[in-house]
């Protein structure tokens, strides 16, 4: 082998593999981190130790992985899941897409860069984790792109408050605090930013070219920015939480001022007519 060529792509959702494996007719249980590891031209299961062939990883948090697979491969393959998982119906090859090389070359120092890597002897293991790490970085992607279009939401909604206009729906600030938190869950519960591979605390090789993978992709930092502006953005929703429930408590205070004269209006006027 001389190399493996990699494309990662996200999904704009999660991928349910218990459910697909089921549909797929294969009979095991994959755990939360496991991805499903299929040929993507008989979409049966393999290993990575089985051939150099095609190969696709499938996790659960919508990362999809191509391993030597060519463009019109990859659509048909999106096509075909698009009939049983619905987040490939809206599956583009265009947007969020990261490519990433793997060259085998023997008596060279094993080298990590921004979009490829070499190292003296292939293991199948290698496969495994740059897979990980560059759909880990897609599906970030996919996150700060979102993130950026709640901050300009966000600011439209501060212009207006520049100018005096409070009145926001508290559904609206709800469906953006949802929104916002959903971010933060996703980084950290479903796209494992904070976690490692099982096979990098026992193979330090397998460790070294991990930990120099999220390094190269700033997954770290990039998680840490999102979590800044998940929580800016919280503490903002916070402020028009509390613009909107002062607004709300003052339109009550008046309402109740207003019964108050009213029923002083019918006391009086009930006197008068009384006198009369």
């Known amino acids: 082998m001389t190399g493996r060529e990699f494309t ?20 095991r249980r994959y755990r ?15 290993t ?10 499938l996790y659960y948090f919508g990362g999809v992985v191509f391993i030597d697979c060519p463009d019109q491969v990859m659509a048909d393959f999106a096509h075909r899941m698009g009939n049983t998982v619905e987040a490939f119906k809206t599956f583009s090859a265009g ?47 996919r996150i700060e792109e979102n993130v950026d279009t709640v901050l300009d939401e966000v600011e439209g909604l501060i212009a207006l408050l520049d100018k005096g206009k409070v009145g926001i729906p508290d559904r609206r600030l709800a469906k953006l ?59 903002i929703t916070e402020v028009f939480s509390s613009l909107s429930h002062a607004r709300r408590a003052a339109r009550l205070e008046w309402i109740i001022i207003i019964l108050i004269f009213i029923e002083i ?7 008068v007519r009384k006198g009369g």
């Open 265 to 271: 209006v019918i006391y009086v006027f009930d006197i």
């Open 8 to 27: 990662a792509f996200a999904l704009a959702g999660e991928i349910d593999l218990n459910r697909l494996a089921g549909q797929l007719g294969i009979h």
């Open 95 to 141: 947007r969020y897409r990261e490519t990433y090389s793997l060259r085998v070359e023997a008596r060279r120092e094993p080298v990590v860069a921004n979009n490829y890597a070499i190292v003296p002897v292939y293991a199948p293991i290698f496969s495994d984790l740059i897979a990980f790490v560059i759909a880990k970085s897609v599906a970030l992607e």
């Open 48 to 57: 990575a130790e089985q051939g150099q062939g095609r190969q696709v990883y």
């Open 177 to 235: 605090a949802s929104t916002i938190l959903n971010f933060k869950y996703r980084s950290i519960s479903h796209v494992m930013i904070l976690d490692k591979p099982d096979i990098t605390w026992e193979d330090p090789a397998s460790e070294r070219l991990y930990l120099t993978m999220a390094n190269q992709f700033e997954l770290s930092q990039r998680y840490q920015e999102i979590k800044h502006k998940s929580d800016t953005l919280l503490d």
């Open 32 to 46: 939360w981190e496991e991805p499903l590891l299929l040929n993507p031209d008989t979409l049966t299961p393999i």
